[in-house]
């Protein structure tokens, strides 16, 4: 458990390296989690770009690694937060910059970062180190109903792509050592994002029925994240959801 615990915090402090960094020896080279370093593309095979958060991103290379010889698998190279995140200046118009580029499958999701709690000050952490939470004055940083509304927005940016596209569920939120996360409060969200998915025609991938029966094997204690099997488990769901929503002539 150790290691995963050092693998997610690797992943969500990896640092959002420049892809056009100066080759000049003067320059000095930047880090990249091997998640978000560029891949190129096979131009027989469609194009993938998977797009979530920390646990999207502890799935990514399992996912290439199952469509290896079926799909470009492209990763957004950030964590990608809330709606609100995706929404604003650091967002889709970075990770999706040319409107012209065309995409077969997105595959993405958000929900965690929307859920949890900040205090006024927009900050998850009080400066005596405490989280917010619904019983010290924190509110959740994306309200349902503004979550309804940012996905709306999202899915409609994503569709100019040309992609088919697919949502992935939020994954069960438990008792945390982390006092923003409030155990079950993703079921709300999945809600809304499971009847704004299907009235958007989106395909609809639900990890958390997946991991929900067996949460004490495959999730970090205490935590939100996934042991390495959990990450594993969700990376083939996702690999098998993007396969069968390739155009047809894929291998």
Known sequence: MQNTLKLLA?????????????????????????????????????????????????????????????????????????????????????????????????????????????????????????YAAPSNGGHQNVTPVEYEKNLRQIVARLKQTGAKLIFASVTPVPESDAAKYVKDSELPYNEIAKRVMSEEGVVWNDLWALVKPRQAELQIPRNVHFQRSGSTVMANQVAERIRATLPKSTP
């Open 10 to 130: 690797a992943l969500l402090l990896a640092p959002l390296a420049s892809l056009n960094a100066s080759d000049s020896p003067a320059t000095p080279k930047v880090s990249v989690a091997p998640e978000f370093a560029p891949i190129t593309d096979d131009p027989k095979l469609p194009r993938v770009l998977l797009m979530g958060d920390s646990v999207s991103i502890a799935y990514a290379l399992d996912v290439r690694k199952a469509l290896a010889g079926v799909a470009n698998v492209h990763r957004v190279p950030a964590n990608c937060g809330s709606t609100k995140t995706a929404l604003g200046s650091y967002g889709l118009v970075r990770w999706l910059p040319d409107p012209k580029e065309k995409w077969d499958v997105i595959h993405f999701n958000h929900g965690l970062h929307d859920l949890g709690y900040r205090f006024a000050d927009d900050r998850d952490k009080n400066d005596k180190g405490d």
